[in-house]
């Protein structure tokens, strides 16, 4: 005959040996996915949240600051003429006003690709402020 302690000693080894299917497992995240605690691991911040702040604060400054910058080139702003990067002698003054135009016009198109990246740092800045941001409040 089986003593009650043989049948706790069954029972707890039957459920040592049980073995997990791949759908158990999901369930068992999903439901553990939300508590606090859990949620935390799940978290997709890869930067904290002074970093992400400063992030932000850094994309947006040279967002603006490019995005003039390509106005002023587009409009050949006499301020810019240095970093056009003009080289050697010109022949007569045609093919020195078409190396200027075309300088400013690159110029111009290559503020408004840096500002274009500064816009996905700022994407990026904003989902990871805002995502320290949801989980400072947790208790």
Do not use: H
């Not at 606090?36 to 400063?54: D, H, I, T």
């Not at 106005?71 to 240095?82: D, G, H, N, T």
């Amino acid at each position: 005959m089986e003593t009650p302690r043989d049948k706790e000693t069954t029972k707890r080894s039957l459920e040592e040996s049980r073995i997990e299917t791949p759908l158990s497992v999901v369930k068992k995240r999903t439901c553990l996915a939300q508590t606090p605690r859990e949620y935390q691991r799940f978290n997709m911040a890869f930067c904290g949240y002074k970093v992400s702040l400063c992030g932000l604060v850094l994309s947006a400054w040279g967002l603006i600051q490019l995005f003039f910058m390509a106005i002023f080139f587009y409009l050949k702003s006499p301020a810019f003429i240095e970093d056009l990067g003009l080289e050697g002698p010109f022949a007569n003054n045609d093919q020195l006003i078409t190396a200027v135009n075309r300088g400013f016009q690159q110029n111009a198109f290559n503020c408004l690709i840096a500002a274009c990246l500064y816009i996905i740092t700022l994407a990026v800045s904003g989902w990871q402020f805002y995502l320290n941001q949801k989980t400072t409040y947790q208790v």
